[in-house]
């Protein structure tokens, strides 16, 4: 069982930046943010694949970088010019192989005041 634990989420004005990390306690294959706000469904907001290929929802591409430091375990992302839009809860999730995430880190919190 593979152990995902967050940080860095917190509270920014508008066009404010900050940076979310998840620390991996094994090995995955998939890693990815996604987010969600009360009443709406969890959206897949950025993942690396294990071949070091990245995807982008079109609401955060120019804005947002996910990255990974296989020394650490730990997986990023790189929050710029954020949006009262981006307010949510952000998960870390991982994959043991192809298919479905597996993992969950237990969420931080995002807040953007305009």
């Known amino acids: 069982q593979v152990q995902l634990v967050e940080s860095g989420g917190g509270s920014v004005q508008a066009g404010g930046s900050l940076r979310l990390s998840c620390a991996a306690s094994?090995?995955?294959?998939?890693m990815g943010w996604f987010r969600q706000v009360p009443g709406k469904e969890r959206e897949l907001v950025a993942c690396i694949y294990s071949t070091g290929d990245t995807y982008y929802r079109d609401s955060v591409k120019g804005r947002f970088t996910i990255s990974g430091d296989k020394v650490k375990n730990t997986l990023y992302l790189q929050m710029n010019s954020l949006k009262p839009e981006d307010t949510a809860l952000y998960y870390c999730?991982?994959?043991?192989?192809?298919?479905?995430?597996?993992?969950w880190g237990q969420g931080t919190q995002v807040t953007v005041s305009s």
């Open positions: 094994g090995r995955t294959f998939t």
């Open positions: 999730a991982a994959t043991r192989g192809l298919g479905s995430y597996d993992y």
